[in-house]
């Protein structure tokens, strides 16, 4: 089954966001957060988000979202601290963080692949796919 991993700023909007993604679908679908910063002020952090990255990881890949642009630069730099083969199953989303949370999850439940929710959230003009 993919997973998810929501990188925020925020803890709190983070855990908020796992938390109704989480009552769209009847069986649970990994989710993992990465938010905040190590002493817990507001900011993102690589290492949480490579620790969210393999608390979720599965050969059938691993769908990250995120809330601004710098959590986009720590997810990236998680991804490119993964190795090689780990890499290529790993998308990061430039979508809607909520809206894209809560199709990805519904699209997961579904037992859909990688590239198969990365079209749906692009078909929904939800977020542009890097």
Do not use: W
């Not at 990994?30 to 002020?41: N, Y």
């Amino acid at each position: 089954m993919v997973g998810l991993v929501i990188v925020s700023h925020s803890i709190e909007i983070a855990e908020g966001i796992k938390k109704l993604a989480s009552q769209m679908t009847p069986a649970p679908v990994p989710i993992a957060i990465a938010a905040g910063t190590k002493d817990g002020r507001l900011g993102t952090d690589a290492e949480k988000v490579t620790s969210a990255i393999n608390e979720v990881y599965s050969e059938e890949g691993v769908i990250i979202l995120f809330d601004l642009g710098s959590a986009l630069m720590s997810a990236e730099m998680a991804v490119e601290c993964l190795p090689e083969e780990r890499q290529k199953k790993v998308a990061v989303l430039d979508a809607a963080i909520v809206e894209g949370a809560i199709t990805a999850v519904v699209e997961i439940n579904l037992r859909k692949n990688l590239q198969e929710i990365k079209d749906v959230l692009q078909d929904l003009s939800i977020g542009k796919i890097s």
